[in-house]
């Protein structure tokens, strides 16, 4: 480690000799102004930033426009360091640390494996500006990310997770507990995949690399006269431009039921089969289980596992049957009924079985943790909408292997 450290002094003693060596931003005494006008040259100043070295010194040229009032250095904007103390590279590694863990974790990441050091506000405040560029990037013209040829089906999940927010951002949004008071808001998710793949029993299995993510808290619903998609539908058909989803012979939607899925489902893709998740279905047939037979864990089992097995075995009318014949005694044997009733047509499972679908949706489950759960529903965290969808946005950027473009694409816009 001392050897370590000694090289990057040295380096970056180096580096910051070569940098100050070059005076090619002074451009005479003026220089045009953003605002149209001319600037005048004052002297050369010092700034001190972080670099993965460590701290330069950097002598800039510094100009001051006497109509606008503003002064730039045009060697900050060069060398991407525009209202920043931080170098391009230190600002991947926070995106990095700062979407994976905590920011004072990051904080100490940074300090314990690169020798950087960046302090846990500096991490937040980087970390959020990068993901707010991410989602605003995201919110353009939606283009296909790939020319190959697409699989014979492609997957498109669509759920929702709570995480806790700042009690400011909950005012006005009514809660799932007793008081009526919200403690979380819904980051809404959707996924793409696909699933060629066979495991030893002949069943789908995802695709390594084939899945991509998308995530706000943002609002599904729309009003009926309303000719605009709402906010999420909206995410929802980008992602699937992106990924060439109506493009694909065989296009499916899975969703636990929620009605907000089925309609952006059947808005957006209305030749797309539709499924519903095989277990959320059975962990409702569960729920009446327990309700019926509270005294007696193995009776709720075995009427539980007469029901799954009927749902298996594509028998719905013996299976609507039975949980029917509860709801005049059972709160939750009724709700059951009306969520059977209403996605009859999405719980054909033999059918799907044959046709080699998947029918579970481990894949947006999965989603739904990765994506939001592992990072931003921690011990002591609450959350503002904004803080929450830049964090969201950087790690779907970086989940779907797409952080190298964004980049790519943010340092050509500075160059330009």
Known sequence: MAVRREALRVAAV????????????????????RCGQKARYVDRR????????GPLRLQRAYYHCSRCGKGFCPRDETLGLLQTLLSPAV????????ATVSFEEGSELLRELAGVEVDAKQVERTAEALGAEIAADERGPAEPVSAEALPETLYL???????PMRATELVGHAGKHEDGKAKTREVKLCTVWSAESRDKEGKPVRDQGSVSYSAAIESAATGDTNRELSEFAQRVEREAIRRRFGEAHRKVVIGDGAPWIWNIATDLFPDAIQIVDRFHVKESL??????LYPGSAQQAHEWA???????????????????????GRCEEA??????LRRNRHRMRYPEFHEQELCTSSGVVEAGCKVTATTRLKRAGMHWTVRGANAIIALRCCRLSGRFEDFWERRTTRRAA
Not at 14 to 33: F, I, K, T
Not at 286 to 291: G, I, M
Not at 334 to 339: E, L, P, T, V
């Open 46 to 53: 010092e700034k001190t930033f972080q670099s993965v070295l």
């Open 305 to 327: 596992q007469r029901r799954h097995q009927e749902l298996d075995d594509g028998k719905w009318s013996a299976l609507h049957r039975a949980v029917t014949r509860q709801a």
């Open 334 to 339: 009724r709700k059951c009924a009306d969520y």
């Open 14 to 33: 180096v580096l910051e000799r070569h940098l100050n060596a070059d005076r090619s931003d002074y451009s005479g005494p003026q220089r045009d102004c």
């Open 157 to 163: 999940g669509l759920d929702g997770t709570g995480i």
């Open 91 to 98: 600002r991947r590694m926070v995106a990095a640390v700062g």
């Open 286 to 291: 569960t729920r009446v289980a327990k309700a």
